[in-house]
């Protein structure tokens, strides 16, 4: 990553410090963000993100996207929140716009048509893995017509059929990565947490982490994304969770085990929330490419948002079914879309940026 121009590297510091902000006063990202660039060589995280995605994915290949999360599973399975699914409708279309990749998102089965409706708002052609096959083997197939498609699957809640999802699906997909995006992970007790230490339901949770665990033995890449230090993935930064967080050693639910996932990713970003975490991927992998395209707009933004809202996802910090992330409004949510934006044309003024040894790999040149 350090053959990166300057003019890169310094967008992509300044996208990592707009997206860890602690507008609410959480008190955690300053540690979270700080312990997951010790642990990540001190670089940029939305940066060592897009470039592993840049690395490991090729155009048609299946990029896997984990979200969902019953934020009140005590009451119902089938409540979502904003943070996480929107974030993953707006990754689903950047992976495409930016990489060629189908995304396939995987989430309980309940929260299905939420995902649906996210991803229809960010542009996507919401289809199946049979439909997308036959339609690329058709011999009406027109060249340059092209669908944005997003493949959305309910995953498996009981653990063995989990487990047998996750082998059908990484044989079947071959998927060259696995992203997860505010998913909580099962701590070492196999017990899933919130970020004050309560316990959630585990039979409310598709066991998505054996999908994670399966495909990183098989040598898939694994991505993270993570705002409380309790997300799939965030083992990777275990130790600094359980010494800095208050309930990072010792939750106070039954198990005692501390809310710290099992799971570490190859690859974690910490943001001020995780839906902020996938812009930062999305405007590096924007920045990389030269495709303006792939940073999603503010009014994308909206509408998705909106659509999350519509479908009956809450803001999982105030509760209310309402276009807002854990507490911030869907209108300033927009304006950081807005200064992304603006970063990432920054970075594309004079000196001239050409491509290096791949349409997708940027270098200073003398103009």
């Known amino acids: 990553m350090s053959d990166y121009p300057e003019r890169v590297l310094l967008a992509a510091e300044a996208i990592d410090r707009l997206l860890t902000v602690d507008l609410t006063g959480r ?19 939305c940066l060592l993100a897009a470039d592993r995605l840049l690395d490991v994915v090729k155009p048609t290949d299946a990029v896997v996207i984990a979200t969902g999360l ?10 979502a929140e904003t943070d996480g699914p ?23 089965e309940a929260m299905v048509p939420l995902l649906r409706a996210a991803c229809r708002a960010a542009g996507l052609v919401v289809t199946t893995h049979a439909e997308w096959q ?3 083997a058709s011999p009406h197939a027109v060249p340059g017509r092209d669908i944005p498609p997003a493949i959305i699957r309910g995953f498996p809640t009981d653990l063995g059929e989990a487990q047998r999802e996750a082998r059908r699906l990484l044989e079947e997909l071959r998927p060259a990565a696995l992203i997860s995006v505010e998913r909580q ?13 309560e316990a959630n339901v585990t039979s409310a949770m598709a066991k998505i982490d054996v999908l994670f665990e399966e495909g990183q033995r098989a040598g898939v890449s694994t991505i993270a994304v993570g705002d409380g230090g309790n997300e799939l993935g965030m083992g990777l930064i275990r130790e600094e969770i359980r010494d800095a967080l208050p309930f990072g050693a010792r939750c106070i639910c039954p198990c005692g ?24 991927i999305e405007a590096c992998l924007a920045l990389l490419t030269n495709r303006r395209e792939v940073l999603h707009t503010p009014e994308s933004e909206r509408n998705v948002l909106r659509a999350c809202a519509s479908a009956g996802a809450t803001d999982g910090i105030t509760g209310f079914v309402e276009p807002g992330i854990d507490g911030i409004s869907g209108r300033v949510c927009t304006y950081v879309v807005e200064m992304l ?27």
């Open 134 to 136: 036959a339609g690329l």
């Open 257 to 280: 085990g501390g809310i710290v996932p099992a799971f570490a990713a190859d690859v974690v970003v910490a943001a001020t929330t995780c839906n902020w975490g996938v812009w930062g």
């Open 86 to 108: 929107a974030g993953a409708a707006t990754l689903a279309r950047a992976v495409y716009a930016g990489l060629g990749a189908v995304p396939e998102i995987v989430c309980e």
């Open 185 to 197: 992970g099962a701590n070492e007790r196999g017990v899933y947490h919130y970020g004050k230490g």
């Open 27 to 45: 008190g955690l990202i300053n540690i979270l963000y700080a312990a997951a660039r010790r642990k990540q060589g001190d670089r940029p995280l």
């Open 341 to 367: 934006e603006y970063m990432v044309n920054a970075a594309w003024t004079p000196p001239a940026l050409v491509h290096k040894d791949t349409p997708r790999r940027w270098q200073r040149t003398t103009v």
């Open 70 to 79: 019953p934020i009140r599973g005590w009451f119902s399975p089938a409540i």
